[in-house]
């Protein structure tokens, strides 16, 4: 069963404009962490943001922020005022425990390809 | 002072040979980990390495074999190639803590692109 679930396979947005990004996940275990990460065109893995799901607050780093909303099971990226340099895939992940502590997994979404019009 | 480094970048050979890809960290980190990302952009775990031991062994074939021979590399060996390995195969390396309440970001290698021919 698919455990994280980007909808959005691609998206326009015009330069400036605020965009979000949306993830959903499906786990029943209490103690988890969601990921955003960027790749651009280059190839590289860029970390941009972390929610634990034991936080209080919604993380926010720059201008990236994640509405999380835990009773929905969605974690949305949101990027203000977007750049050219946006441009790239973004990846939801889910990091979930296999068995007992020592024992995990990252899970990640099919991604959602974001190009910046200017 | 790169975090993860992997080499090569790009790896061009014929079906049947054996290949290797290494991975190093010099962050300090105590789990290592090698994904594969296909031509759809799809991001599978493979293996990882936590202090020298296999903690995660996905239902990759078993051509695959991880090589840890310390903390900061872990290198992916591959035997037999098939044109089905033609993909990009990222190391990551991430630190965990002791409580599960918080998790660390893994970081991510540039890339290894391996072409089956």
């Known amino acids: 069963a698919q455990k994280i679930t980007q909808t959005q396979p691609g998206m326009f947005v015009q330069e400036k404009e605020a965009v979000t990004l949306d993830c959903t996940y499906d786990?029943?275990?209490?103690?988890?962490?969601l990921f955003w990460y960027k790749q651009p065109s280059s190839g590289e893995m860029i970390f941009l943001i972390y929610?634990?799901?034991?936080d209080q607050q919604n993380a926010t780093e720059g201008r990236y922020s994640l509405n999380f909303q835990k009773a929905r099971k969605s974690a949305n990226l949101v990027i203000s005022a977007s750049q050219l340099g946006d441009s790239a895939m973004y990846f939801c992940?889910?990091?979930?425990?296999?068995?007992?502590?020592?024992?995990?997994?990252?899970?990640w979404g099919a991604g959602t390809k974001l190009i910046i019009k200017p | 002072d790169t975090a993860v480094s992997q080499t090569p970048k790009y790896l061009v050979t014929q079906m049947g040979n054996d290949k290797s890809i290494k991975c190093e960290q010099n962050?300090?980190?105590?789990?290592m980990y090698w994904y594969k990302q296909d031509s759809k952009k799809f991001l599978k775990i493979m293996f990882s390495?936590?202090?020298?031991?296999?903690?995660i062994n996905e239902t990759v074939p078993n051509r695959f074999s991880p090589k840890s021979p310390d903390k900061a590399h872990l290198n992916l060996h591959i035997n037999s190639l098939e044109l089905g390995d033609s993909a990009v195969y990222f190391c990551?390396?991430?630190?965990?803590?002791?409580?599960?309440?918080?998790?660390?970001?893994?970081?991510f290698g540039p890339g290894t692109r391996l072409t089956v021919l």
């Open positions: 990551a390396s991430s630190q965990e803590v002791p409580a599960r309440r918080t998790y660390n970001e893994q970081f």
């Open positions: 962050l300090g980190h105590d789990t």
């Open positions: 390495y936590n202090n020298k031991e296999l903690i």
């Open positions: 786990t029943s275990d209490p103690s988890y962490g």
């Open positions: 929610q634990g799901s034991y």
């Open positions: 992940a889910m990091r979930e425990a296999l068995t007992g502590d020592s024992n995990y997994q990252l899970i």
